[in-house]
């Protein structure tokens, strides 16, 4: 009986062990602890947004399910981008906490309006900035 409850607690502090490790590997190693704001000490948030235009078909159909996949995608890859122009600019370190994109039919309110989407996007960013 012994054996078979130190065998159980065994198995549980392993599997406890793993959990913690897997969680550790998954936490940033070179960031800082949040400070009272929710950044990290030495840190400043920037929120950056865009918002453009983007003509083609808004109904259902493959076309305009691949004008959607490009309008998200352009969100999504000048989110990617900022921290290397935060960095050549005012950044000693950066990274991308939050990105949204938001897509919108736009009404046509005259005949030779074209059809489309307004797209916008915003991203935040953890800067630490460079001294000089």
Same mark, same amino acid.
């Given at each position: ?18 959990? +913690?490790?897997?969680? @550790?590997?998954?936490?940033?190693? #070179? ?16 929120? !950056? ?8 078909? +808004? ?20 989110? !990617? ?10 950044? @000693? ?8 994109? #938001?897509?919108?039919? +736009?009404?046509?309110? @005259? ?10 996007? +915003? ?10």
């Amino acid at each position: 009986m012994l054996s078979k409850i130190t065998l159980t607690a065994t198995a549980a502090t392993l599997l406890i062990v793993s959990a +913690t490790a897997a969680v @550790q590997a998954q936490m940033p190693g #070179n960031r800082r602890m949040p400070g009272p704001n929710g950044v990290p000490e030495g840190y400043i948030r920037i929120t !950056a947004t865009l918002n453009l235009f983007v003509a083609g078909p +808004t109904g259902e159909g493959e076309e305009a399910d691949k004008l959607r996949d490009r309008s998200r995608r352009f969100i999504y890859s000048t989110a !990617a981008r900022e921290c290397d122009i935060l960095r050549e600019t005012l950044a @000693q370190e950066c990274a991308l906490e939050n990105v949204t994109s #938001n897509l919108n039919v +736009t009404p046509r309110y @005259q005949p030779n309006q074209p059809e489309g989407y307004n797209v916008s996007g +915003t991203m935040t960013l953890s800067v630490k900035l460079k001294k000089e």
